[in-house]
């Protein structure tokens, strides 16, 4: 079984877990986000998926995968969305992991390891935390 056809599946069994209506578009760009080794902007995924959905479907179909915790986004230096697919051990406070910012050619890398989430006063409610470490890639340094 190819890479390809592995994410494919991977991206049908998630949308099937979640109850989910499962459709080309939503099949695709999941795939596509579970193979990716880095965030993906909404033009990297234009151009990854070419033909297979219009620019305004596949921001609808990012938007709704965040929606469901099936991919988080993270903006860039450039004010650019990125995303990436999630993991469900990462929904305790956001998707869970830091992110690193290349200052030098504004690529977005997810961290492996897990963020630690300070404590909140008390009558605080923490809805959402994002950890950004900025600096040089290996390709910038």
């Known amino acids: ?8 599946q991977q991206a049908r069994d998630r949308l099937t877990d979640r109850g989910a209506r499962i459709t080309r578009a939503r099949c695709a760009v999941l795939a596509a986000l579970l193979a990716a080794d ?3 902007s ?12 219009d ?6 179909v990012l938007a709704w995968l965040v ?12 004010r650019v969305w990125r995303f ?4 469900p051990s990462d929904h305790r406070y956001g998707h869970g992991h830091a992110h690193f910012h290349c200052n030098g050619c504004g690529a977005v890398f ?13 009558g605080f409610q923490l809805e959402a935390a994002e950890l950004i470490l900025r600096g040089l890639c290996r390709e910038c340094s």
């Open 1 to 8: 079984m190819s890479n390809t056809t592995v994410f494919q």
């Open 84 to 87: 990436n697919a999630d993991h």
């Open 55 to 60: 620019r305004v479907t596949l921001y609808r």
């Open 67 to 78: 929606d469901e915790n099936l991919a988080h986004r993270v903006s860039g230096e450039d």
């Open 38 to 40: 880095r965030p993906l």
């Open 110 to 122: 997810c961290m492996d390891a897990k963020a630690r989430v300070p404590a909140v006063p008390d």
């Open 42 to 53: 909404h033009h990297d995924l234009e151009q990854q998926l070419e033909d297979l959905c």
